[in-house]
């Protein structure tokens, strides 16, 4: 049992004493991970390196203003962004961004290919989606090398299926250094990032 296991800043939640940093194939094609906050940028940062042209997305709440305009969808919205970049801005995306990214708890975002069925998706609770539709071992190699256990999915313990009355959660926006994620899309618009859609958020 790994006791260290460490929550994000941005996610408050009494008991994750069953969750441990692992991985499970959900399919040929597909992985999902759950991991220790500290270590999820350096695994970013090596399976980015599997993705050939690369695009990064993320997906924000709507302010309150954007809200109050989507009068006819009742509901939390969030707001999908694209910016189609290269392995070396998607490095300097992780590494100017990335532990923002990680510890706000109301962003997911990731990065897909232009050229390849790949996609890496770091969802809402800790999860990350890997998926490859024809090879999902490169995956594999770099979860391991950080001693990621694999478990069978019916052992496979995420921190939203442990959500209950008794133990909820919160999910809060965070500020780094003077920074929260609407900055990160302010400033990644000057390079081009690009708004695409506008969704009611799934509710966990």
Same mark, same amino acid.
């Given at each position: 049992?790994?006791?260290?296991?460490?929550?994000?800043?941005?996610?408050? *939640? +009494?008991? *994750?004493?069953? =969750?441990?940093? !692992?991985?499970?194939?959900?399919?040929?094609?597909? *992985?999902?991970?759950?991991? !220790? +906050?500290?270590?999820?940028?350096?695994?970013?940062?090596?399976?980015?390196?599997?993705?050939?042209?690369?695009?990064?997305?993320?997906? =924000?709440?709507?302010?309150?203003?954007?809200?109050?305009?989507?009068?006819?969808?009742?509901?939390?919205?969030?707001?999908?962004?694209?910016?189609?970049?290269?392995?070396?801005?998607?490095?300097?995306?992780?590494?100017?961004? /990335?532990?923002?990214?990680?510890?706000?708890?109301?962003?997911?975002?990731?990065?897909? !290919?232009?050229?390849?069925?790949?996609?890496?998706? +770091?969802?809402?609770?800790?999860?990350?989606?890997?998926?490859?539709?024809?090879?999902?071992?490169?995956?594999?190699?770099?979860?391991?090398?950080?001693? *990621?256990?694999?478990?069978?999915?019916?052992?496979?313990?995420?921190?939203? !299926?442990?959500?209950?009355?008794?133990?909820? +959660?919160?999910?809060?926006?965070?500020?780094?250094?003077?920074?929260?994620?609407?900055? =990160?899309?302010?400033?990644?618009?000057? =390079? /081009?990032l690009t708004l695409c859609d506008t969704f009611i958020e799934r509710q966990q």
């Amino acid at each position: 049992m790994q006791e260290n296991f460490k929550v994000i800043e941005g996610l408050n *939640i +009494a008991d *994750i004493s069953r =969750v441990t940093s !692992s991985f499970t194939k959900i399919s040929d094609s597909e *992985i999902h991970c759950i991991v !220790s +906050a500290e270590m999820i940028n350096s695994i970013l940062k090596r399976t980015v390196k599997l993705v050939k042209k690369p695009y990064f997305f993320i997906e =924000v709440p709507c302010t309150d203003a954007q809200e109050a305009e989507l009068k006819e969808e009742s509901g939390s919205h969030m707001q999908l962004y694209n910016l189609e970049v290269t392995q070396e801005v998607a490095n300097a995306i992780l590494k100017r961004y /990335g532990d923002l990214l990680i510890n706000d708890g109301v962003t997911n975002f990731g990065f897909g !290919s232009l050229e390849t069925e790949t996609e890496i998706y +770091a969802m809402p609770f800790q999860t990350i989606m890997l998926y490859n539709k024809k090879d999902t071992s490169g995956f594999e190699k770099i979860l391991k090398q950080d001693n *990621i256990t694999e478990l069978k999915p019916n052992e496979f313990i995420t921190i939203d !299926s442990l959500l209950s009355k008794n133990n909820p +959660a919160d999910r809060v926006m965070v500020e780094l250094n003077g920074e929260t994620v609407f900055d =990160v899309i302010e400033n990644l618009k000057e =390079v /081009g990032l690009t708004l695409c859609d506008t969704f009611i958020e799934r509710q966990q």
